[in-house]
């Protein structure tokens, strides 16, 4: 083969690698990281699909939520949840071009998850650094927890327009002392569900939620 046949065999392999990569992040997003499912798919180390998460994370094209782990035991996750940051980019990924495939996609949690947790964090002014997932050691998960200083807020995510209250959220207040929870959801109002959980609207956080303090 001539050299810049073997150039040109090289770049072929190079993007359909990428493409692998950003479908296979595709399908996980609004799931927890797992980097060895990655790297035995294209016959890597575990650092080095980490490393490549990284870049996109740097890049702003993937947002990494880490565990928030105040009480650390053996079994707590380790691994970050992974979004991928623009909407537009995750549906191209996975072939859905109108609202009516998306409805039907198995994805349309996660999509709306990613989009409300982007608009969460843009309107509340929180760094990268004060984001998290909240998991605790009595199994009680948030899909997104705001730290700075003491100050600490979590929020459910349900794309529904009636939401309620779990038990896994009253868990999460107390274990991890949070001053309060916002569930967002897909309604139209803003209404408190009991004391510190109230329900407010993705279409409202502009006005309803306040920037972290």
Sequence with gaps: MAPHCDIEYSVDVFEYSIQRFWSMLAHYHGQIWNASEFARSFGVS?????????????????????????????RQVKSP??????SGILH????????????????????????AVEQIINRIQARPEECY??????????????????????????????PKITPSMRQALKDLRLQRIEVIHAGEDTFPLEAKIRAVSLSRILTDLDVLG
């Design 81 to 86: 949840k992974v979004y991928i940051t623009d």
């Design 133 to 162: 997932f909240g998991s605790t050691y009595s199994g009680a998960e948030l899909d997104l927890l705001a730290v700075r200083g003491r100050r600490r807020i979590g929020f459910e995510i349900k794309r529904t327009v009636s």
């Design 92 to 115: 191209t990924l996975l072939n859905q071009r109108t609202r009516h495939d998306l409805e039907g996609h198995p994805k349309v949690g996660a999509s709306w998850e990613g989009f």
């Design 46 to 74: 575990d650092n080095a699909v980490r490393n490549h998460l990284d870049v996109l994370s740097a890049a702003l094209f993937v947002r990494l939520l880490p565990p928030w782990r105040e009480n650390i035991s053996k």
